[in-house]
């Protein structure tokens, strides 16, 4: 295929040094990858290794159609990562998933779909399911300094009726919601949409970029939307948190990039972020 021509979508696939679960991610899309559309998928890896090299190249080639890997030498954190894959796809919509993902069946054609029926629509995330099958918060109001105190501290008197507010738990995940915004685990734009709105803000490292983003479309007249028609499932880590938040910042270096990111967001929207 020519560099002018496209694809459907584009799925690109940010990973990091975990070359069994991005295995399991890559079965499940090799699986569930639907075949009446032109599809490609990007691995990019993050401090690439050796190991997750030959899960991409030795056991998928042939198996995913128009697979890549894109090798970064060293850890550029979320932000930047997803962003090379966006410059690498070639897709009229992109889909870009975390490689803690497991696609269900179904799932990316249900979200390409609904997408290409609402082109109001500039972002648009599916629902995330523990591996239980529970529902997994995947959509939020947006952050304010008292937000993310309480999501490090839930156990402060208050915590709960404002980390609720903050999870939108007063709305009904079976419904298609317009969040503040949704989380940059697994999340579709098109083409034409990244192409007014910009890339993610690589002055955020690895934390709120997703949540700079949402502003920005919806500051450009854009929707952000959870689409419960589609269901894909989630490991959810918890690499930035702990039970002594103190600790944390002085032992480990993503609640380091948490905080940091966390003072550049809210310079950016100030501590009451709205939506426009």
């Known amino acids: ?33 639907p075949r009446d559309i032109t599809t490609e998928t990007i691995v990019v890896d993050n401090a690439t290794i050796p190991e997750t090299q030959n899960v991409v190249l ?3 080639v042939g198996k995913i159609p128009n697979l890549r890997l894109l090798p970064l030498k060293e850890n550029t954190g979320y932000t930047r990562g997803v962003n090379e894959g966006f410059r690498a796809a070639r897709g009229e919509y992109i889909l ?13 054609k249900s979200l390409l779909d609904f997408h290409r029926q609402h ?15 529970t529902h997994q918060d995947s959509y939020f109001r947006f952050y304010t300094p008292l937000t993310v105190i309480y999501r490090r501290l839930p156990e402060l008197p208050g915590g709960k009726r404002i980390l609720d507010s ?20 697994a999340m579709m734009v098109s083409r034409k949409a990244m192409e007014k709105i910009g890339l993610l803000n690589e002055k955020l490292f690895h ?8 502003h920005r479309f919806w500051e450009n007249g854009l929707k952000v939307v959870y ?3 589609a269901k894909l499932y989630h490991y959810l880590g918890r690499s930035s948190k702990g039970g002594f938040p103190l600790w944390d910042l002085i032992f480990k270096r993503e ?20 939506r426009k």
């Open 1 to 33: 295929m020519s560099a002018q021509e496209s694809y459907d979508l584009s799925i690109t696939i940010l990973s990091y040094r975990n070359p069994a679960m991005l295995r399991m991610c890559l079965n499940s899309l090799a699986e569930a990858l």
């Open 58 to 60: 030795e056991e998928f």
């Open 96 to 108: 870009s998933l975390n490689y803690d993902i497991i696609v269900r069946p179904g799932a990316i």
């Open 119 to 133: 082109p109001e629509i500039g972002l648009i995330g599916p629902e995330l399911l523990n591996f239980t099958d």
């Open 166 to 185: 903050f999870l939108m738990h007063d709305t009904d995940p079976k419904q298609i919601i317009e969040p503040d915004w949704i989380s940059g685990a």
């Open 207 to 214: 934390y709120f970029s997703d949540v700079d983003w949402a």
């Open 227 to 229: 689409y419960p028609g």
């Open 255 to 274: 609640a380091r990039w948490h905080l940091t990111d966390g003072i550049r967001y809210f310079f950016i929207h100030g501590i009451r972020p709205k």
